[in-house]
């Protein structure tokens, strides 16, 4: 069977090919037919049914083209992944609106529909509580959307915390302050912040006071007012910690907690506040609880296969306890 797809644009055809036809190979392999582009259209053959779900993400694929998006692996795998779930019309939804640009000009702007819709949720509460696994932007998107909060004046400072909490290793020991041993904790935060800000404009903030990374240790019996919290790895959170954070907020405030729920480092028998937090707040006003799913990774694909494989694991020795 054949279909045939039109193509309004030449750059459309070159965008959805990809370099050296990688984003097309991955489509015929995936959907185990044969693409070519004739005359002004895409023709697309193979089985019946095959060849309907490699027409549909080639829809979709152009209309992400229309858009004036790059796309690549990594957009041809999630929009593969919306089609096998008969999703594909949702990929209006990705809008072209960019969060924030970073300090080497590139436009940050959501990847996907969960993607999307945590940073809604960011923007329209004073508190996001926002879950999933490695590599779904959590971190990131939150750093972006604090820095457009600090650009746009509509806070005066932002806050970045973490919970410096031992992922298996020692740091106790390493040589230096109190400064250097927690740095070690809080490095994906500056990560992000160089980033979005670059290191000569992060340090002029920081040493303005406009910007603070440190453990959350250091929040406890503070007011933060006029402020873009972050708490990172909140998963490692006591239930007394996560209350004590929650109750800094001061006015003009807002928050967002992010963590996966999947990776706790607490000692065993210590019940994650991220996960109480999560229970006992989902119905409360101006309060966003967003998960994001392994369709939601925007790293290298082999993170998203990694994740997978953990889960596939995770629940064969469920199973097997429940025996």
Do not use: W
């Not at 392999?29 to 005359?39: D, G, L």
């Not at 309907?52 to 992400?64: E, N, V």
């Amino acid at each position: 069977m054949e279909q045939r797809i039109s193509i309004d644009r030449l750059e459309e055809a070159v965008n959805i090919f990809g370099s050296f036809d990688e984003n097309i190979r991955l489509l015929e392999q995936e959907f185990s037919v044969t693409v070519v582009n004739r005359e002004g259209e895409l023709r697309a053959e193979g089985d019946e049914e095959n060849v309907d779900l490699a027409a549909r993400a080639i829809r979709a694929m152009l209309s992400l083209a229309a858009r004036g998006e790059h796309i690549g692996e990594q957009e041809v795998r999630y929009v593969i992944g919306l089609v096998r779930s008969g999703k594909e019309e949702r990929i209006s939804e990705l809008t072209a609106d960019v969060l924030c640009i970073s300090a080497k000009g590139r436009p940050v702007k959501p990847k996907t529909i969960g993607q999307k819709n945590y940073i809604s949720s960011v923007l329209r509460n004073t508190i996001t509580i926002g879950v999933g696994p490695a590599g779904t932007g959590k971190t990131y998107l939150a750093v972006a959307a604090a820095v457009q909060a600090f650009r746009d004046k509509q806070v005066n400072r932002i806050i970045l915390t973490r919970p410096a909490v031992e992922a298996g290793e020692r740091l106790g020991f390493l040589p230096g302050d109190l400064q250097s041993k927690v740095d070690p904790y809080l490095r994906p935060l500056y990560d992000a912040l160089f980033d979005m800000l670059g290191a000569e404009t992060y340090q002029k903030y920081m040493e303005r006071g406009s910007i603070e990374v440190a453990p959350l240790a250091y929040m406890r019996g503070r007011t933060l007012d006029d402020s873009f919290i972050i708490l990172d790895e909140a998963q490692n959170t006591s239930r007394e910690q996560m209350k004590m954070f929650l109750t800094r907020l001061g006015f003009g405030s807002k928050i967002v907690i992010t963590g996966d729920v999947t990776q706790i480092d607490l000692p065993d028998g210590k019940f994650s506040g991220l996960k109480e937090a999560m229970r006992v707040l989902k119905n409360v006003d101006g309060i966003g609880i967003c998960e994001l799913g392994n369709e939601d990774v925007v790293r290298h694909v082999m993170v998203q296969r990694i994740v997978e494989a953990y889960e596939e694991d995770e629940k064969r020795r469920a199973k097997k306890g429940g025996k």
